[in-house]
């Protein structure tokens, strides 16, 4: 996916992914990437997180940084007010295709986590799962299946998150339901954000996506925009955007996307992107 993105020459909107890009892989921020916020303030460039996370997963640290710039969420279908915590839109993924891939999923053993715009469900989560969302601010809350059913006209995601020693037989059974599902011509799409965790979203949605329904939000085209990203699911973020920066520790697809490459996140690659090309 090549860079197709023109720079307005304006920057009106800056996006990052957080995991492994605006945050380090030890989980801290470099200091150099909050001078680089402070920069993007003091502009007055508004500034989103652009991530596969829910709400609760990144609230905390969109607190911190004092971000009042709706965010995206769940690769894009969801964007949400951090000021009131009101979901401005969101993007259901189809009570019918929700249905397929939880059943499909279930039967294969696995724990399906079924995701709304603002919280996590899933029917008695196992450890692992709930071990691999914890790394990621994430939490699944407890449902019967009756009650958990009840919430796939709001579901904007499916996540299955499985620890490394699995991945083969997850990897097959997710493919299975993918084959099944297109064979009973229902429309889908989904991303690996990790080795171990596979998302399942609405067909068409994307991180790009969710930027083009912020820009109508904040009043700018995609070409003024300034996304930087590290993994497959940031790809097309990186191309669509006027500037596109994958930082140096980002998957070979986002590095193709994008139109410069940056220092790695535990080098402070969003604060080049930032000082280098805004």
């Given at each position: 996916?090549?860079?197709?993105?023109?720079?307005?020459?304006s920057?009106?909107?800056?996006?990052?992914?957080?995991?492994?890009?605006?945050?380090?892989?030890?989980?801290?921020?470099?200091?150099?990437?909050?001078?680089?916020?402070?920069?993007?303030?003091?502009?007055?460039?508004?500034?989103?997180?652009?991530?596969?996370?829910?709400?609760?997963?990144?609230?905390?640290?969109?607190g911190?940084?004092?971000?009042?710039t709706?965010?995206?969420?769940?690769?894009?279908?969801?964007?949400?007010?951090?000021?009131?915590?009101?979901?401005?839109?969101?993007?259901?993924?189809?009570?019918?295709?929700?249905?397929?891939?939880?059943?499909?999923?279930?039967?294969?053993?696995?724990?399906?986590?079924?995701?709304?715009?603002?919280?996590?469900?899933?029917v008695?989560?196992?450890d692992?799962?709930?071990?691999?969302?914890?790394?990621?601010?994430?939490?699944?809350?407890?449902?019967?299946?009756?009650?958990?059913?009840?919430?796939?006209?709001?579901c904007?995601?499916?996540?299955?998150?499985?620890?490394?020693?699995?991945?083969?037989?997850?990897?097959?059974?997710?493919?299975?339901?993918?084959?099944?599902?297109?064979?009973?011509?229902?429309?889908?799409?989904?991303?690996?954000?990790?080795?171990?965790?596979?998302?399942?979203?609405?067909?068409?949605?994307?991180?790009?996506?969710?930027?083009?329904?912020?820009?109508?939000?904040?009043?700018?085209?995609?070409?003024?925009?300034?996304?930087?990203?590290?993994?497959?699911?940031?790809?097309?973020?990186?191309?669509?955007c006027?500037?596109?920066?994958?930082?140096?520790?980002?998957?070979?697809?986002?590095?193709?996307?994008?139109s410069?490459?940056?220092?790695?996140?535990?080098?402070?690659?969003?604060?080049?992107?930032?000082?280098?090309?805004?």
């Amino acid at each position: 996916m090549p860079h197709i993105g023109h720079f307005s020459g304006s920057c009106k909107l800056v996006v990052t992914d957080i995991d492994f890009t605006f945050v380090g892989g030890s989980k801290q921020i470099p200091p150099r990437n909050l001078q680089a916020l402070k920069a993007i303030k003091k502009a007055g460039i508004p500034l989103a997180i652009a991530t596969g996370r829910y709400w609760h997963g990144i609230k905390e640290i969109v607190g911190q940084l004092s971000l009042t710039t709706p965010q995206i969420t769940d690769n894009g279908a969801t964007i949400i007010d951090p000021r009131d915590e009101k979901v401005i839109l969101f993007h259901p993924l189809g009570e019918e295709v929700a249905a397929h891939f939880y059943d499909s999923f279930r039967a294969d053993g696995l724990c399906p986590v079924v995701g709304t715009p603002m919280d996590y469900f899933a029917v008695a989560p196992d450890d692992m799962s709930v071990a691999i969302m914890k790394i990621h601010n994430e939490h699944a809350i407890p449902l019967p299946e009756k009650e958990l059913r009840a919430l796939f006209p709001t579901c904007v995601k499916i996540t299955l998150y499985v620890e490394n020693a699995r991945i083969p037989a997850f990897r097959d059974a997710v493919e299975k339901a993918r084959r099944t599902a297109t064979k009973a011509n229902l429309s889908f799409g989904g991303f690996y954000t990790e080795a171990g965790i596979f998302t399942l979203n609405a067909a068409g949605i994307d991180k790009l996506g969710g930027v083009k329904d912020l820009c109508h939000v904040v009043g700018c085209n995609l070409d003024d925009v300034l996304a930087i990203g590290d993994g497959d699911n940031d790809a097309a973020m990186l191309s669509g955007c006027g500037l596109g920066c994958a930082v140096a520790n980002a998957t070979p697809a986002a590095k193709q996307a994008a139109s410069h490459v940056v220092a790695s996140c535990d080098d402070a690659g969003f604060a080049e992107a930032v000082f280098n090309y805004l």
